[in-house]
C-alpha cells in the first residue's frame, strides 16, 4: 500500500521538532519543515513518484539527502534518523511543543531544570508555581501554560484533517473495489459530511456474500492492528493511527444503512423520531411498519417515509435542516462547477512555486475564467514578499501576459499584510493599480479580542480593502484562531462593501463551517479560494467549497461564482 504524503509530512516535521530542542543548526530544522510542507501539498503521491522512479530532487526544496530519506520512508514506511533521534530525546517533549507558547527552547528549560517530559509533569509543576520560578517563564506564562493544557486536553488530539482522512479513503477503497465480492462502496459518516476533522472512517459496502468481502478488507496491507472482527462488522487502525469501521450492508438495507452512519447521530436521531410519530420505526435496517420493510433501499426513500425531500450530508448537523426541509426552503448548496475563477494565489516572485504563465495555464485547464495573482506584500520578508517596485514590476509582466493569453485572464491582486496599527503594508497609490487587494493578519496574532477586532476593521477602512483571507489565522490542529469578534468583523465588512474568504487550504479551512452560517445569515457574501501556491494546490478549492455547503452557501452567496465584469464591479467600494 503506498505510503501517504500526510505520514511523510508527519515524519519529517516530528524530525524538526526534536532536531528544534536538540539545539540543531535552524537552517536544517526549516529544511525538515519545508519539505513537510512540500509533500503534504504536492497534489500527488510521492510513493508513486518513488515507484515510478522519478527524480524527487527534481522538486524544489527536496535535494539528495532529503529524497533519499523520502525513499526510505516510502519502503519501510519508517525513518531510521527520526527513530535515533526519539531514542535520545526523552518521553513526550515533542508533543509539548505543541502546546502554543512553548518553544524548543523553553521546553528545554522545562527538561534541564524540572525534568519535565509530559503534560502531566508539566501541569503538575505549574500548578505547584515551580514553572514561574525559571529563567524565561513568569506568573503570566504559567497560567497560559495551565490553560493551554486544558484545552489541549480537550481537543481531541486523535481528529485529523479532511485532507488526510480523504487520502486514506482513497486508497482504502481503491483497494476494496478491487474485490469481486463488493458491490457498492461509500465512506459515511463525518467524512461524508464533510467535516473540518474526522474522528474515524465509517465504510459501508454492500456484497454478495458478506463474509468474502470482509476478509478482503482484512487483508489490506496498511492496516496495523484489528481491533474487532465479524461477519458484517470490523473495526482496524490503519498504520497511521486512523482507525476504520467497516460494515457490510444488504442491498435492501443500504440508504438506510447510509443514513444511519453517515449521521450526524442527532440528525438521525431526530429523523427516526419524525418517523415514530407516523408510526413507522427506523433503524439502519429500513423503514419498518410493524414487521414489514416499506423502505431503506436509497437514502432518498427513507427522507420521503417521513415527508421530507432528500437533505445533502453536509446539512445533517440537526441545525434547522429539518424545518427548512418541511417547508421547502433547503438551500441549493454551491457546487464546484459554480466556481468562474480563483482569487488568492502565489508564483515563484514569492513563495510559489510556479510562474504566472504556470499558474494561467492551470486555472485555464480548470475551466475557470480568471485567475488572481495576489503575492505577500514586504511585510512577509520570510516569502520575499514584493515591495512597491517589484509588485509595479508584476503588474506590467501580467499585463503583458494577459495580451497573449487565451482564455484566462490573470487579475492583478496582492496579499497585503494589515500591519498592527490597522494600515495597510503598501500605499494607497500602488494599492489602486491592481484588480483586487485580499488582505492578512499574518504577526500580532495575539492581540487582545478587542484589539484584534479594531485592527481589522480599522484595515478595512481603507477604501481598497477587498478581501479579508484566512479570517482567524487558525491552522488545523497546530494553531488555534487568534481572538477576534467576527459578528464585529462581519458588520464592519458589510458596511463597507467588504469580503471575507473561506481559505480552501486543507490545513486553514478558515472561515470554518459555523463562520460561514453566520456570514450566510447575515446577509454577507464570501469568496472561495485556494491561496494556491502551485498549479496542484488549485485542486483544494473542492475543500473550501466544502465548508461552504456545511455553511449553507449557495452560488450567489459566493462572489467568486460571478463573470468577470461583475467581479470587478464588486471590487470596486
Ligand atoms: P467522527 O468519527 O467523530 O468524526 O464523527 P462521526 O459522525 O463519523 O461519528 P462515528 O464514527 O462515531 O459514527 C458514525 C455515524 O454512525 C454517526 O454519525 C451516527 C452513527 N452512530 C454512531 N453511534 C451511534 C449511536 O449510538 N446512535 C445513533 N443513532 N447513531 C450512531
Ligand atoms: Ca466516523
Ligand atoms: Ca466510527
Ligand atoms: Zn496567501
Known amino acids: 500500500m503506498p505510503t501517504q504524503n500526510a505520514h511523510i509530512a508527519h515524519i519529517f516535521n516530528k524530525l524538526a521538532d526534536l532536531l ?30 518513488v515507484i515510478a522512479g522519478e527524480d524527487l530532487t527534481a522538486l524544489t526544496g527536496i535535494g539528495k539527502d532529503l529524497a533519499d530519506k523520502i525513499r526510505e520512508i516510502v519502503e519501510t514506511g519508517r525513518l531510521s534518523q527520526l527513530e535515533e533521534t526519539e531514542a535520545k530525546t526523552p518521553g513526550e517533549l515533542s508533543r509539548l511543543m505543541r502546546i502554543a507558547t512553548l518553544g524548543p527552547k ?19 509543576a505549574a500548578e505547584k508555581g515551580k514553572v514561574q520560578e525559571l529563567e524565561g517563564f513568569g506568573k503570566k506564562s504559567e497560567q497560559v501554560i495551565l490553560e493551554e493544557l486544558r484545552r489541549a486536553n480537550r481537543q481531541d488530539d486523535a481528529r485529523i484533517k479532511l485532507f488526510e482522512a480523504e487520502q486514506a479513503a482513497t486508497n482504502l477503497t ?16 463525518s467524512f461524508r459530511r464533510k467535516k473540518d476533522t474526522v474522528g474515524d472512517l465509517d465504510i459501508l459496502v454492500t456484497s454478495k456474500r458478506g463474509s468474502g468481502a470482509m476478509k478482503h478488507f482484512l487483508a489490506y496491507d496498511d492496516i496495523h492492528k484489528v481491533l474487532s472482527q465479524g461477519k458484517t462488522r470490523s473495526t482496524v487502525a490503519l498504520r497511521s493511527g486512523l482507525q476504520v469501521d467497516l460494515r457490510v450492508v444488504p442491498e435492501v438495507s443500504y440508504g438506510a444503512a447510509l443514513h444511519y452512519f453517515t449521521g450526524s447521530k442527532s440528525h438521525t436521531v431526530a429523523i427516526r423520531k419524525l418517523g415514530v410519530k407516523q408510526g413507522y420505526k427506523i433503524n439502519e435496517y429500513g423503514v419498518f411498519k410493524g414487521d414489514k420493510r416499506i423502505a431503506g433501499r436509497t437514502e432518498k426513500e427513507v427522507y420521503a417515509k417521513v415527508g421530507l425531500p432528500y437533505i445533502e450530508p453536509e446539512l445533517r448537523e440537526n441545525q434547522g435542516e429539518l424545518q427548512a426541509a418541511r417547508k421547502g426552503r433547503l438551500p441549493e448548496l454551491v457546487a464546484l462547477k459554480d466556481l468562474r475563477g480563483d482569487l488568492h494565489s502565489h508564483t515563484i516572485a514569492t513563495d510559489g512555486q510556479s510562474s504566472l504563465e504556470e499558474m494561467a495555464q492551470a486555472a485555464k485547464r480548470r475551466g475557470y475564467e480568471y485567475l488572481a495573482i495576489t503575492e505577500h506584500s514586504k511585510k512577509v520578508a520570510m516569502a520575499r ?20 493569453l487565451e482564455g484566462i485572464i490573470l487579475l492583478k491582486g496582492i496579499e497585503v499584510d494589515i500591519l498592527e496599527d490597522g494600515s495597510l503594508d503598501l500605499p494607497n497609490d500602488i494599492l489602486k493599480r491592481l484588480d483586487l487587494r485580499v488582505c492578512s493578519v499574518h504577526y500580532n496574532h495575539r492581540l487582545s479580542r478587542k484589539k484584534q477586532t479594531a485592527r481589522i476593521i480599522r484595515a478595512m477602512d481603507n477604501p481598497y480593502f477587498n478581501i479579508l483571507a484566512h479570517p482567524t489565522g487558525r491552522l488545523i490542529n497546530e494553531r488555534k484562531p487568534y481572538a477576534v469578534d467576527l459578528e464585529k468583523v462581519m458588520t464592519a465588512a458589510i458596511e463597507r462593501g467588504c469580503f471575507l474568504e473561506i481559505n480552501a487550504n486543507p490545513d486553514r479551512l478558515d472561515l470554518a463551517d459555523r463562520y460561514c452560517r453566520m456570514a450566510k445569515e447575515m446577509g454577507l457574501k464570501l469568496a472561495v479560494s485556494t491561496d494556491a501556491h502551485s498549479p496542484a494546490n488549485l485542486d483544494f478549492i473542492r475543500f473550501g467549497v466544502d465548508q461552504a455547503r456545511r455553511g449553507w452557501l449557495e452560488a450567489d452567496d459566493v462572489i467568486n461564482t460571478r463573470g468577470l465584469s461583475e467581479l470587478k464591479a464588486m471590487m470596486k467600494r
Open 174 to 189: 481503491t483497494f476494496l473495489k478491487k474485490a469481486k465480492a463488493i458491490k457498492a462502496i461509500t465512506v459515511a459518516g
Open 20 to 49: 528544534e530542542i536538540e539545539g540543531a543548526n535552524p537552517f536544517r530544522v526549516r529544511a525538515y519543515r519545508n519539505a513537510a510542507r512540500k509533500v503534504a501539498n504536492l497534489g500527488r503521491s510521492v510513493s508513486d513518484m
Open 106 to 124: 523553553r521546553v528545554k528549560t522545562l527538561y534541564q531544570e524540572l525534568g519535565i517530559t509530559s503534560r502531566e509533569a508539566l501541569k503538575d
Open 385 to 404: 514578499g514584493l515591495n512597491v517596485e517589484r509588485l509595479a514590476g508584476q503588474i506590467e509582466a501580467i499585463d503583458r501576459l494577459n495580451e497573449e
